[in-house]
């Protein structure tokens, strides 16, 4: 298991920018893949997570369609940490936002941060 905690969410207004960031207990060389997951307001924890972006360890990401080219994910090794680059925001992307970490059989995640977009 991965420890993993969220942090940079808040209110943003619609075509704003946002940083999330993902450190994480573990190297994060030794994780298979590291992820960004979202849960729409109204969905019960567990139930509709969608996948936004992941980068596995080899450095291939992959992107939903709803954000390909405006969110940007990362990792800075040093740091064990992954990042979420959030530009042009749009009130749809408000949800809570996990991070998820998937090593071998292992799958960890993150308590989640939230974000909000409105005017």
């Known amino acids: 298991q991965v420890h993993l905690v969220e942090s940079g969410g808040g209110l943003v207004q619609p075509g704003g920018s946002l940083r999330l960031s993902c450190a994480t207990s573990?190297?994060?060389?030794?994780?298979?893949?590291m992820a960004w997951y979202r849960q729409a307001p109204g969905k019960e924890p567990g139930k509709e997570r969608e996948l936004v972006a992941y980068i596995s360890a080899g450095g291939t990401t992959n992107y939903d369609d709803s954000v390909k080219g405006r969110f940007t994910i990362s990792r800075d090794n040093a740091k064990n940490t992954v990042y979420l680059q959030m530009n042009s925001l749009k009130p749809e992307d408000t949800a809570v936002y996990y991070c998820?970490?998937?090593?071998?059989?292992?799958?960890?995640w993150g308590q989640g941060t939230q974000v909000t977009v409105s005017s």
């Open positions: 573990r190297s994060i060389g030794s994780i298979n893949v």
């Open positions: 998820n970490a998937v090593s071998g059989p292992s799958s960890s």
